[in-house]
């Protein structure tokens, strides 16, 4: 497992999640059409990097199984009045993969977590959105990670 397959698997659920919820696929038919069509791909230009394959099916088929509760989680992490369905489709895509990572997969840790998808928001976004990533994933971490958080070096140690 290299990180950089890591991150590329992380830019393609993102990418997969948009699409399913644009289109109206199912996670059977978005596996298949990303690790057919666009994982380590060129497409119009683009480059997709290649992506760690068990890794980025864990985090597609875990935000949709669990996408009541990460919603829940999103809902209380936002701001008051701005629930995660106001979000732009892109934007919710990576709060749900993030929170999925910090809710669900410890092995992973908080700060590499919440890095990665700061960084997906970058690629997305030239505004305020990465900031807000950035602070949501941070209030979710908070809620049931709190002690990585507050015991963890802040050198922004990229293990995941």
Known sequence: MKPAERSGARLAVVQALYEMEISGKGVIEALAEFEAFWIGQVIDGVEHPPAEPAFFRDLLRGVVEEQRTIDQQLDGALTAGWPLRRIEA??????????????????????????????????FYAGDEPGLVNAVLDRVARAGRAQELDGAPRDGGRAG
């Open 90 to 123: 892109v934007l919710r895509a990576i709060l749900r993969a993030g929170a999925y990572e910090l809710i669900y997969r410890r092995d992973v840790p908080v700060r590499v977590a919440i890095s990665e998808y700061v960084d997906v928001a970058h690629s």
